[in-house]
């Protein structure tokens, strides 16, 4: 007897719907294994953009606070007020300019603040006055600082009217430097 080259088996029909199922099945799992590959891959990409991008925004957030506050001392004038103290300002400085002008009909208040380096002197006028003895007013206060003061301390003016009538001339604003001993106007 001769035997084919190939035998062919010879399944019948349930047996075929049987193994199509079945590859069917396998195909399924195949896809599925790829998908969960490929899902785990795209969510380990996310994950390191993620980290990327937490680092960086922890960096910039470093480097802003290092830039901007790091380097800011205790006090908003810095190192400029290190010599106050040897240019001392006395405690009654304010009465004793405003007592200066208790005399002054022309004068109503007079108000004095020291803020750093810096003394402001605001002289509210209540009756109609040449400027230029509003400047000579102004100009006494000085006196009540003391000279060697006056090289270490600004003083700005602001000189008001605040009577009836109009008067166009005011305000005036002066300023007397440390480095100068003259007021400007």
Do not use: H
């Not at 830039?67 to 001392?88: E, V």
Request: net charge positive; with cysteine.
């Amino acid at each position: 007897m001769k035997k084919s080259k190939k035998e062919k088996v010879r399944l019948t029909n349930e047996e075929k719907k049987e193994l199509k199922e079945q590859k069917k099945i396998e195909k399924k799992e195949e896809k599925k294994s790829k998908k969960n590959n490929r899902n785990k891959q795209d969510y380990t990409v996310l994950w390191v953009l993620l980290g990327i991008l937490i680092v960086c925004f922890l960096s910039i957030g470093f480097l802003f606070y290092k830039y901007f506050y790091a380097g800011t001392s205790s006090s908003k004038y810095g190192d400029r007020l290190n010599d106050i103290d040897k240019y001392p300002l006395s405690k009654t400085l304010k009465d004793d300019i405003a007592s200066l002008y208790t005399s002054e009909s022309s004068v109503e208040k007079v108000t004095t603040n020291v803020e750093g380096r810096i003394i402001y002197i605001t002289i509210d006028f209540k009756e109609s006055i040449k400027v230029s003895k509003a400047e000579e007013l102004a100009i006494k206060s000085l006196e009540k600082i003391g000279e060697d003061n006056l090289k270490y301390y600004e003083v700005q003016y602001l000189l008001e009217y605040t009577g009836e009538g109009e008067n166009e001339n005011f305000p005036v604003f002066g300023s007397k430097s440390s480095s100068s001993l003259k007021v400007v106007w």
